[in-house]
């Protein structure tokens, strides 16, 4: 830990505990459903509280940032991570305050919004497939793929006989994403309708937060139930061992970003990048560097 990073007045919280976040969130792969009612919008996991969360994610950035950076000069392996969720459920927050503290030299985030007229035009993998890492590189994507099987299936904006084939498609995608060195992580961020509308309030409260206010988030909470029905029906028929969900409990800020840094950390050390070998002859830089200095010193 370098010493910028350091708050020396912390109390000696354990940072590293022994808690398996991926096993506690990432959806099983036995069963066929997935029914987002049973799983709980709120957690603490291993932590005393909100203080011990926010000082292990201050920790768990700069491991990621670190392996990140090996995994930048490695130049090999690469990372995908896709955010969905309700508004107001912290997209913007957790890229803010964890994935965003990655080093940008090898790390974008990618927002995906109402498609453009250029975009629609083309199979709806087209704009995704051109925000996909890069060996060596992250990639967060803000919203994703899935919404071609989320807001399109659930406001009807293409008729079923097109979404439902969506789902398979999106497989073979990941897939393919994997074939080529990609890890993939997926995390659902689930909030309560309650914290939500109480989110809602703030944004009306803060005038920094006007921008984020749209009638349409209003008319998506009548429509509650055919969302939770179509992101249980994308999760259930896009899970794999090769791209698997994490359903986050997100009505608290810091366990949200707690538990997403502890996976994403926990991935990158599962992926152990490697500074690269060299070929250059140590001894022979060595002393070329020491004749320069001599040079300059005379
Ligand atoms: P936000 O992320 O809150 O800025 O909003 C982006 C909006 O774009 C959301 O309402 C999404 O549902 C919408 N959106 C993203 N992708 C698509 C898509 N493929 N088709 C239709 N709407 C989309
Ligand atoms: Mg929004």
Not at 5 to 17: A, F, I, T, V
Not at 132 to 159: C, I, M, Q, W
Not at 242 to 263: C, F, G, L, N, Q
Request: hydrophobic share 35%; with cysteine.
């Amino acid at each position: 830990m370098s010493t910028e990073d350091k708050r020396l007045d912390e109390p000696d919280w354990d940072l590293d505990p022994k808690f398996d976040f991926v096993d506690a969130h990432r959806l099983p792969f036995s069963k066929d459903e997935v029914s987002l009612k049973e799983i709980d919008t709120e957690c603490s996991g291993p932590f005393e509280g909100k203080d011990h969360g926010r000082a292990f994610t201050r920790a768990a950035n700069i491991e990621i940032r670190d392996l990140q950076y090996r995994m930048y000069t490695e130049g090999k392996q690469s990372l995908l991570i896709v955010l969905q969720a309700p508004d107001a459920a912290g997209k913007d927050g957790l890229i803010r305050k964890v994935l965003g503290q990655m080093n940008p030299q090898g790390c974008r985030t990618y927002p995906f919004k109402v498609p453009s007229s250029e975009e629609r035009a083309h199979d709806f993998l087209w704009r995704i497939h051109k925000a996909t890492p890069a060996a060596g590189k992250v990639s967060v994507f803000n919203r994703s793929h899935y919404e071609d099987v989320l807001v399109v299936r659930v406001e009807d904006l293409v008729p079923k006989s097109v979404w439902k084939d969506r789902y398979e498609i999106i497989n073979d995608f990941e897939k393919l994403l994997a074939h080529r060195g990609t890890r993939i992580l997926k995390f659902y961020l689930h909030i309560s309708p309650r914290e939500q509308l109480e989110r809602f309030k703030k944004r009306l409260d803060d005038p920094t937060k006007h921008w984020k206010l749209n009638a349409g988030d209003y008319a998506a909470r009548d429509k509650w139930g055919d969302y939770r029905e179509a992101y249980e029906d994308a999760m259930a028929k896009c899970h794999s061992k090769i791209a698997p969900w994490h359903v986050i409990p997100a009505d608290k800020k810091w366990y949200r970003d707690a538990s997403v840094a502890a996976i994403v950390r926990d991935t990158l050390r599962d992926m152990d990048p490697q500074l690269p070998k060299i070929d250059a002859d140590l001894d022979e830089i060595r002393r070329l560097y020491e004749r320069e200095l001599e040079e300059m010193n005379e």
